[in-house]
């Protein structure tokens, strides 16, 4: 399977804002073409994560893929679906995140330092990844889990950079 390129919802899209509700895993097939989708919308815009609500499609399933680019054509994302997350200490880091749904823009969040993650594969298997070693890998599973509750980098940044987000939105209309 060959996935296409989908468009991605920018913000301030109403649809990102909105809950995604979890996947039926007796239908798990009629999903195969989105995750395809997906992971051929995320390596084209060289994207680190992208979630379904991303592209209009409000369910629970995100894709991560945080490797270096190397030259080589990545093709083999992780992919979660009906994912639970859950810090592993009290530690909270700031850093700068960027979202493909706020092009050009990056804004600090402070995030759980470590997370792991339980979420079902494509084949609808049960998976649990400790991301305790993996900082960025800890970031990104909490940014896009963000996206299937409808949160969002203009809900999490503060201050200055919570001013850049909505200059960098006027300027869009
Ligand atoms: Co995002």
């Not at 007796?26 to 994207?47: K, R, V």
């Not at 399933?61 to 080589?72: A, E, H, L, V």
């Not at 200490?89 to 993650?117: T, Y």
């Not at 960098?168 to 209309?173: I, L, P, Q, V």
Request: proline residues 6%; negative net charge; charged residues 25%.
């Amino acid at each position: 399977m060959v996935g296409k390129l989908l468009p991605i919802l920018e913000y301030p899209n109403a649809t990102l804002m909105r809950p995604s509700v979890p996947v039926d895993m007796g239908s798990l097939d009629q999903f195969q073409e989105l995750i395809e989708d997906m992971i051929y919308t995320m390596y084209y815009h060289e994207g680190v994560g992208l979630a379904a609500p991303q592209v209009g499609q409000r369910y629970r399933i995100f894709i991560i893929d945080q490797r270096p680019i190397n030259g080589n054509q990545k093709t083999d994302p992780w992919v979660f679906i009906n994912p639970k997350i859950e810090p592993v200490n009290d530690n909270r880091v700031l850093r700068p995140e960027g979202c493909l749904s706020f092009p050009g823009l990056l804004a600090e969040v402070a995030r759980a330092e470590f997370v792991k993650v339980t979420a079902l594969n494509r084949k609808g298997e049960e998976f649990t990844m400790d991301a305790s070693h993996h900082h960025l890998f800890s970031v990104a599973l909490q940014h896009e889990y963000d996206h299937l509750e409808g949160t969002l980098l203009s809900d999490l940044a503060k201050g200055k950079d919570r001013l850049a987000i909505k200059k960098w939105a006027a300027s869009k209309s």
